[in-house]
């Protein structure tokens, strides 16, 4: 096929694009190389509109062993342990293919953690879905669930934790982020970073066919009414042959004979190629036709594309080759010497004994473009002058049975049920909870994780949105007792050229970075998703955060649910009332406009340092952040989780009652105590500058609020749970 301007642009290249591609390769491209130059350089693997603000990113700190740059970010837990942890997008193929489009992004995310030398111990996952009145919610979330589930599933990995939000913006483009944990011995971490010439190129897994060709350029496309016909942009997976790889490859890293390994994920045999002979400033020469193929007539431009899942890319020591086939071969593994590193700096491409491919490695990479495109500053908006007058009508009970009862707000018991959350035996905190909890096992450690967004406050101002998905990231895991180590990002946007969306991602990294610094809680990995967009109309910003966590003592873990009738219930931090973007202002009030809560970050850190301390002095029986809902909706999930009631002393506060109750200032945790420790928690608290309020104790099952009738935990379970199910089963 010849190649020309209407050919590049066909795959995704801009005029000016393909313009210096022929500058700098001095020639028009062929077909082969056109293709290769619009996997490289396309947003979803260049990363061309947010490289630059991404090298802002706090990376460094004393428990980090490697950032980002390589195929999942890796931290100290102590011990000669380490975590490999990353999350990333499958957005648009699981608008396009639910069930596949999920399941082989959780497919390729744990890849992306073995290929690095750990075995996965947990998946999670943070999924957003449209209006639950949208035509096409209900399919795409049935889809979506049965997709994580298969596939985590057979694989045998614990899904523990996750979130499902519900919102307009997606009705044209669903997110899909999922996240992997894994464990190494810190001192057997692989590398992608080729290394050393003529060393065998090595490719193992499933054979390659014509499934996902253009499946990283279509993550960098906006949608339009022809979405139907990107169907085969959609990988298929198999989660019982990624099984078997993940146990080769273990298998072979065991031994001494890897010398850089790679998941062919987005760009498939393209980006892994690449990548490794980039970071080694190698070059690489493939032979096309010794690649294992299970479709005829493949041609190199479909080899080079394709995105068959469970395939992996090694550079092996020579001489090794034999005993690396033996082990594969063991496992009924396709396996593959299919080339050899050069130091030539370029990648050649033969096929039926022409050369078919040949461009210098620094083009593809170090060249592709960089963009620093306009941006608009989001101003914060004017608080709301809410009319106290409509809130007299309104009872606290009755407001709360609604909100318990919102989409986002009701239990997803529904979805993680259909997860193995308790598979290898180690999950000691389940979905549900503040942060999912493994045990490291055959230890008395334990790890934390958990995943966040809140595409409300970052649409309403960015920059306080992205301080504060951090902040709430944090006191999950603080929640639960363990010490908060490290974060990875998904950053969900929409189309980058226009500038009040560029903005918003600016912004939105910025408040990331400035959170991160504050709290010494590192950005180590993550994913960018720009063109999360239909018929020009965008997603709310949502970047998802994933924290990982350490509890050195498993056994001081602390879990939300209330535990003994007459213990006190305190609420740790500040309370001022506020109600601009709450829960309580949208569905309530219906009113949507007002700034987000304001971030202090000083109180972030030493609130959830301080709630730390009283959780190592064992004076803490039950602890759950304040976050969507406010605090009565916090008490309320304590209550319910534990089948327990709770009285709420009058209160003491000149606030109004709504705004104390619902309002959702940051930097609070709801503590359970006995009484007999309450001044032992007094003096802590106050010893270290901490608001608190004693606002109630524990009942067997009556809920008591102020003068308000009183209600039953039973009716408050009903509210909260029913809402899904009834959803799901219509």
Known sequence: MEVNLKVAIEHGLKKEEFNKICDLLKRTPNITELGIFSAMWNEHCSYKSSRVHLKKLNTKGKNVIQGPGENAGVIDIEDEDAIVFKIESHNHPSFIEPYQGAATGVGGIMRDVFTMGARPIANLNSIHFGSPQHPKTKNLLRGVVKGIGGYGNCMGIPTIGGQTNFDESYNGNILVNAMTLGLVNKNKIFYSKAAGINKPVIYVGSKTGRDGIHGASMASAIFDDKIEEKKPTVQVGDPFTEKLLLEACLELMAGKSIISIQDMGAAGLTSSSIEMASKGNL??????????????????????????????????????????????????????????????????????????????????????????????????????????????????????????????????????????????????????????????????????????????????????????????????????????????????????????????????????????????????????????????????????????????????????????????????????????????????????????????????????????????????????????????????????????????????????????????????????????????????????????????????????????????????IKSNKNWLENYMDK
């Not at 809140?454 to 992205?466: I, K, M």
């Not at 504060?468 to 189309?495: D, H, M, Y």
């Not at 006995?674 to 067997?700: C, F, M, R």
């Open 283 to 716: 070059g690489i020469e493939l032979n096309l036709n010794k690649v294992p193929c299970r479709e005829e007539k493949m041609t190199p431009y479909e080899i080079m594309l394709s995105e068959s899942q469970e395939r992996m890319l090694i550079v092996l020591e020579n001489g090794k080759e034999d005993e690396a086939k033996k082990i594969f071969d063991k496992w009924n593994l396709d396996f593959a010497v299919i080339g050899k590193t050069t130091d030539t700096k370029k990648i050649e491409l033969f096929f039926d004994n022409n050369k078919v491919t040949e461009i210098p490695i620094s083009i593809l990479a170090e060249n592709a473009p960089v963009y620093e495109r306009k941006w608009k500053k989001t101003k914060l908006p004017q608080k709301i002058k809410f009319n106290k007058d409509d809130f007299k009508k309104l009872k606290i009970t009755e407001v709360l049975k609604k909100v318990l009862g919102l989409p986002n707000i009701s239990s997803k018991e529904w979805i993680w049920q259909q997860y193995d959350h308790t598979v290898m035996g180690d999950t000691i905190q389940k979905p549900g909870s503040d942060a999912g909890v493994v045990r490291i096992h055959g230890t008395n450690k334990a790890v934390a994780t958990s995943v966040d967004s809140s595409a409300v406050y970052c649409n309403a101002h960015p920059l306080t949105g992205g301080k504060q998905v951090v902040c709430e990231n944090w006191r999950n895991l603080i929640s639960c007792g363990s010490k908060p180590i490290a974060i990875t990002n998904c950053l969900n946007f929409g189309n980058p050229e226009k500038e009040k969306n560029m903005g918003e991602f600016v912004e939105c990294v910025e408040g990331i970075n400035e959170a991160s610094k504050f709290l010494d809680y590192p950005v180590v990995s993550g994913n960018v998703s720009f063109y999360n967009e239909t018929k020009d109309k965008g997603i709310k910003p949502t970047p998802a955060i994933g924290g990982v966590g350490l509890i050195k003592e498993y056994k001081k873990m602390i879990t939300m649910d209330l535990k003994s009738n007459e213990n006190l219930i305190l609420v740790v931090g500040k309370t001022e009332g506020h109600i601009d973007q709450s829960v309580f202002a949208i569905n309530i009030l219906n009113e949507k406009k007002g700034p987000p809560p304001v971030i202090n970050l000083f109180n972030e850190k030493n609130n959830g340092e301080t709630v730390l301390k009283l959780i190592a002095e064992g004076l803490i029986n039950s602890a759950h952040d304040v976050s969507l809902g406010g605090i009565i909706t916090a008490i309320s999930k304590m209550a319910i989780k534990g089948k327990k009631g709770f009285k709420l002393n009058k209160l003491k506060v000149l606030i109004n009652k709504f705004d104390y109750y619902f309002g959702e200032d940051q930097g609070r945790y709801i503590i359970e105590i006995e009484p007999k420790n309450l001044a032992k928690v007094q003096k802590i608290l106050k010893d270290n500058s901490v608001h608190y309020d004693e606002i109630g104790l524990v009942t067997e099952k009556d809920i008591i609020v102020d003068k308000e009738p009183i209600i039953r935990i039973d009716d408050l």
